[in-house]
């Protein structure tokens, strides 16, 4: 658990805002969102092993959780990492050492060191041929979580991030993996980056239990109160803003908690 003896002030947000099947963590800096993230995590990871003996986590890819990776990989947070499953929301299609790889990322920051061995750290082979991985990933999470035909995962925490073009995982706007839902894990062709990805499907992310979104940083702004503000406030998206910011249509049955900080909050009010 969180060692609680050691009285360390754990910055707190300063707003939450409620959406309609959302939360809103703003925090005043990157430091402190991630401080208060991670603790979280530990807590949260704890009492799910505690209750059900594993913990299936899915990563985020790109460059913002990096920085709570390397927080999350320090022994003081003492994560359950032997009975840890790591999961990835998508992956670029690129060897697992180029630079551009997910697991890179998260290997670098955290998987690689020696209290994060987790039990099972499941990486998309981004080396493969997109359509052979993905097909390879989804028979992955129905082995690993016992899944029935036609079933989807439950992840016990899913991160994502959000791009400034509101995709999320590798779903980008007008690409075909937004659409599927008879599918766990595809490859999805992005024309405008003129490459392949593997992502998980919109319908395996929303059955998560928890999503955590994490936006830091002035240059989502602009997304964000696209996302977040004006009739958010009031109202779910309708299937248009869907096709338009795919991460809004990521819906478990638990609010999406999104852990944004002052810079990238803006005007939301
Ligand atoms: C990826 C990610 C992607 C990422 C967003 C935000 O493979 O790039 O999975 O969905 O979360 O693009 O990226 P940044 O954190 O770098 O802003």
Not at 111 to 138: I, K, T
Not at 196 to 217: C, D, E, K, M, Y
Request: aromatic share 8%; hydrophobic share 45%.
């Amino acid at each position: 658990m969180v060692d609680r003896d050691r009285a360390v002030a754990v910055p707190a947000p300063t707003r939450v805002l409620q959406r309609p099947g959302a939360i809103v963590m703003v925090f005043a800096h990157e430091d402190d969102l991630v401080e208060y993230a991670a603790r979280e995590l530990a807590t949260l990871a704890n009492d799910v092993v505690d209750a059900r003996g594993r913990f299936d986590w899915t990563l985020a890819g790109g460059s913002t959780p990096a920085v709570l990776y390397r927080r999350l990989a320090r022994e003081d947070l003492s994560l359950p990492w032997s009975r840890t499953h790591v999961w990835f929301g998508d992956e670029r299609c690129v060897p697992p050492g180029d630079p551009q790889s997910n697991y890179k990322m998260a290997h670098d920051a955290m998987l690689a060191s020696a209290p994060a061995r987790a039990a099972h750290v499941h990486r998309m082979h981004g080396e493969d041929d997109p359509a052979v991985a993905a097909a390879r990933y989804e028979q992955e999470l129905r082995d690993a979580c016992g899944l029935a035909p036609g079933g989807f995962p439950a992840f016990d925490l899913t991160l994502l991030g959000i791009g400034e073009d509101g995709h999320t995982a590798s779903l980008f706007p007008g690409t075909t993996a937004v659409a599927v839902r008879d599918r766990l894990c595809v490859a999805n062709h992005v024309d405008h980056l003129g490459t392949w990805r593997l992502t998980l499907t919109t319908p395996t992310l929303s059955h998560s239990r928890r999503v955590w979104v994490f936006a830091v940083g002035g240059r989502k702004r602009g997304i964000l109160g696209d996302v977040l503000g004006g009739s958010a406030k009031t109202r779910v998206r309708d299937a248009g803003e869907i096709a338009r910011w795919p991460v809004l249509g990521v819906r478990p049955a638990t609010d999406v908690v999104w852990w944004v900080d002052e810079a990238g909050a803006g005007g939301l009010g």
